[in-house]
């Protein structure tokens, strides 16, 4: 039944949770889109800070107000048990209730409710449990005083002749705790994403934990299991391969009624109605995914230590025939849990652990409404009508007609810039041309007898290039030897060149050729004037020095 009610209790406070998503005003999208915020949005920022939003907008504060972001409440279902003297007999189910509040875009504070239940069974028999007056009231431990120790079948019993009494320990524990935890996100801040669809996150806190322990020494009839539990160690002993079998015979002869209270400290113990009241702390790590704008779900695993040693209601850890001791350490309680978690509140952005702080700066970079710039200054030292920061010839003479980027036109490609050309347009058979852009047409009478057209001889001597290190920047020297090589081209228009690197295997190698020969091909065509289609660019592997160039002719 408290299974049905816990089941009902949970699905109901999901419903209700569920139905706040809804409820929240979602009219802010307009300034808030799941990945950050508008910093020009007073409204998400408390009275207190607007002193700060005022000066960052002024240009006096170099930094913006933080808004005034959403709590999180959520619920969660999980697996509980305890680690203690008796071993878990399954995980539990549990539930708990929180409520969070970010104080930066990292850390973050959180109230938290767990409520659940523990239950272990221990499939070894143990004797000496005079100690613990939960079971010495019910069962007979050896009476050492009747006289020595004697064996019957191997048996242990009194000189009387009596068998003493055995216990399987058992435990059933309902844990209640209120805690306060510090919560750090780990991977919402990022560099090359603006958002992240998941948190990473852990933790630590303080808090109260208050819990009742009570063990199944009786049947409903008030009867104890003596007899049934010597049958069953008769039956098993301590012999570990048979542990699930002693489970299965103690699960059909024990009832589920835990009607004794457990052992505790008694009045010295710090008590909230009938439940013993003791300090605790808990360490947490999670992950949760976003579901939508005002909606997460997480997985979490918590661990909470509390200074006692009587959780499972049992002080002592031994078995049968055994001497009886301490252990010494503390119990402890683990929740697994997977939850449900509503951000809620208006005029607020999401929780500033789902914000990317870096947001703001990005975009800034990108699109500048903050930033102030010097009035510009477009100057034109040539006055050939582009300015210096675009032109690639900051010194073109007066009066001589330029292309977009502030070269010398030179429309017939002869090497003659249009300004000092008297031929403007000169064929191309009639090149190459002298100083003055005039070329040279063969005579009529030439063409009357046509003879054989000798083959194309080019030039070879074309020189090498050598670049240093991992570079592509063209030194002096190597933009000299292109200004000799774009004079020769030109002097032969018919003829092409083929620039070749030998990279090495490597990716890394094969795009550094790349990029040389691509400098070397834009240098010639760009600032020498020499036509794209009369250069091929090549990388073979192993064909030479990786850091020279070879320039040769098609």
Same mark, same amino acid.
């Given at each position: 039944?408290?299974? *049905?009610?816990?089941?009902?209790?949970?699905?109901?406070?999901?419903?209700?949770?569920?139905?706040?998503?809804?409820?929240q005003?979602?009219s802010?999208?307009?300034?808030?889109?799941g990945?950050?915020?508008?910093?020009?949005?007073?409204s998400?920022?408390?009275?207190?800070?607007?002193?700060?939003?005022?000066?960052?907008?002024?240009?006096?504060?170099?930094?913006?107000?933080?808004?005034?972001?959403?709590?999180?409440?959520?619920?969660?279902i999980?697996?509980?048990?305890?680690?203690?003297?008796?071993?878990?007999k399954f @995980?539990?189910?549990g539930?708990g209730?929180?409520?969070?509040?970010?104080?930066?875009?990292?850390?973050?504070?959180?109230?938290?409710y767990?409520? &659940?239940?523990?239950?272990?069974?221990?499939?070894?028999?143990? %004797?000496?449990?005079?100690?613990?007056?939960?079971?010495? +009231?019910?069962?007979?431990?050896?009476?050492?005083?009747?006289?020595?120790?004697?064996?019957?079948?191997?048996?242990?019993?009194s000189?009387?002749?009596?068998?003493?009494?055995?216990?399987?320990?058992?435990?059933?524990?309902?844990v209640?705790?209120?805690?306060?935890?510090?919560?750090? !996100?780990?991977?919402?801040?990022?560099?090359?994403?603006?958002?992240?669809?998941?948190?990473?996150?852990?933790?630590?806190?303080?808090?109260?934990?208050?819990?009742?322990t009570?063990?199944?020494?009786?049947?409903d009839?008030?009867?104890?299991?003596?007899? %049934?539990?010597r049958?069953?160690?008769?039956?098993?002993? !301590?012999?570990?391969?048979?542990? *699930?079998? #002693?489970?299965?015979?103690?699960?059909d002869?024990?009832?589920?009624s835990y009607?004794?209270?457990?052992?505790?400290? +008694?009045?010295?113990?710090?008590?909230?109605?009938?439940?013993?009241?003791?300090?605790?702390?808990?360490?947490?790590?999670?992950?949760? /995914?976003?579901?939508?704008?005002?909606?997460?779900?997480?997985?979490?695993?918590?661990?909470t /230590?509390?200074k006692?040693?009587?959780?499972?209601g049992?002080?002592?850890?031994?078995?049968?025939?055994g001497?009886?001791?301490?252990?010494?350490? /503390?119990?402890?309680?683990?929740?697994?849990?997977?939850g449900?978690n509503?951000?809620?509140?208006?005029?607020?952005?999401?929780?500033?652990?789902?914000?990317?702080?870096?947001?703001?700066?990005?975009?800034?970079?990108? #699109? @500048?409404?903050?930033?102030?710039?010097?009035?510009?200054?477009?100057?034109?030292?040539?006055g050939?009508?582009?300015?210096?920061e675009?032109?690639r010839e900051?010194?073109?003479?007066?009066?001589?007609?330029?292309?977009?980027?502030?070269?010398?036109?030179?429309?017939d490609?002869? +090497?003659?810039?249009?300004?000092?050309?008297?031929?403007?347009?000169t064929? !191309?058979?009639?090149?190459?041309v002298d100083?003055?852009?005039? &070329?040279?047409? @063969?005579?009529?009478?030439?063409?009357?007898?046509?003879?054989?057209?000798?083959p194309?001889?080019?030039?070879?001597?074309?020189?090498s290039?050598n670049?240093k290190?991992?570079t592509?920047t063209?030194?002096?020297?190597?933009?000299?030897?292109?200004?000799?090589?774009?004079a020769?081209? *030109?002097?032969?228009?018919?003829?092409?060149?083929?620039?070749?690197?030998? @990279?090495?295997a490597?990716?890394?190698?094969?795009?550094?050729?790349?990029?040389?020969?691509?400098?070397?091909?834009?240098?010639? !065509?760009?600032?020498?004037?020499?036509s794209?289609?009369?250069?091929?660019?090549?990388?073979?592997? +192993? &064909?030479?020095?990786?850091?020279?160039?070879?320039? *040769?002719?098609?």
């Amino acid at each position: 039944m408290s299974s *049905k009610k816990l089941k009902l209790l949970c699905l109901g406070i999901c419903t209700l949770l569920t139905g706040l998503v809804y409820a929240q005003n979602e009219s802010r999208s307009s300034i808030y889109n799941g990945s950050g915020y508008d910093t020009k949005d007073s409204s998400v920022v408390p009275k207190k800070r607007l002193p700060q939003y005022n000066e960052f907008w002024n240009n006096t504060y170099n930094y913006p107000a933080k808004p005034r972001n959403m709590w999180e409440v959520g619920a969660k279902i999980g697996a509980f048990s305890i680690s203690g003297d008796v071993p878990v007999k399954f @995980p539990t189910l549990g539930w708990g209730l929180h409520v969070r509040k970010a104080l930066g875009y990292v850390f973050s504070l959180r109230l938290e409710y767990i409520n &659940g239940v523990g239950k272990g069974q221990s499939w070894l028999a143990s %004797e000496n449990f005079a100690k613990n007056p939960a079971w010495k +009231g019910y069962y007979a431990p050896v009476r050492s005083s009747a006289g020595p120790i004697v064996y019957y079948n191997g048996i242990a019993g009194s000189a009387l002749g009596t068998s003493p009494d055995i216990v399987y320990y058992n435990y059933k524990a309902h844990v209640q705790d209120l805690s306060l935890q510090g919560i750090v !996100t780990l991977n919402n801040v990022r560099f090359h994403k603006n958002k992240t669809g998941f948190v990473v996150y852990g933790g630590a806190g303080i808090g109260a934990t208050i819990y009742n322990t009570k063990i199944n020494a009786n049947n409903d009839n008030g009867e104890n299991y003596a007899a %049934e539990f010597r049958n069953i160690y008769n039956q098993y002993g !301590t012999v570990y391969k048979d542990r *699930k079998d #002693v489970r299965k015979a103690l699960k059909d002869v024990m009832d589920d009624s835990y009607e004794t209270p457990a052992q505790n400290s +008694g009045e010295r113990r710090p008590t909230l109605g009938n439940n013993t009241l003791k300090p605790s702390g808990t360490v947490l790590a999670g992950i949760a /995914f976003k579901l939508g704008k005002r909606i997460n779900l997480a997985i979490e695993d918590r661990h909470t /230590f509390i200074k006692d040693d009587l959780l499972d209601g049992q002080q002592w850890s031994e078995h049968a025939y055994g001497d009886a001791s301490t252990t010494g350490d /503390f119990d402890s309680y683990n929740f697994l849990s997977v939850g449900l978690n509503i951000n809620i509140g208006s005029k607020a952005v999401e929780p500033l652990w789902w914000i990317n702080p870096l947001d703001y700066a990005y975009s800034e970079l990108n #699109v @500048p409404r903050h930033m102030k710039f010097p009035k510009p200054q477009f100057i034109d030292s040539d006055g050939d009508g582009v300015i210096d920061e675009l032109d690639r010839e900051p010194n073109t003479p007066a009066g001589c007609p330029v292309d977009t980027h502030g070269v010398m036109k030179d429309t017939d490609g002869d +090497g003659v810039p249009d300004c000092k050309d008297k031929q403007l347009i000169t064929p !191309t058979e009639c090149q190459p041309v002298d100083a003055d852009g005039v &070329g040279h047409c @063969p005579d009529p009478e030439c063409c009357k007898n046509i003879q054989a057209v000798a083959p194309k001889v080019c030039p070879t001597d074309y020189p090498s290039l050598n670049f240093k290190g991992n570079t592509s920047t063209l030194s002096k020297d190597a933009r000299a030897m292109l200004a000799a090589v774009a004079a020769t081209m *030109k002097a032969n228009p018919d003829c092409n060149i083929t620039i070749s690197g030998y @990279p090495e295997a490597s990716k890394a190698s094969q795009a550094m050729c790349q990029k040389r020969v691509d400098a070397i091909k834009l240098y010639l !065509t760009e600032r020498e004037g020499i036509s794209s289609d009369r250069i091929t660019t090549d990388c073979t592997v +192993g &064909g030479g020095d990786k850091n020279t160039v070879d320039i *040769k002719s098609n």
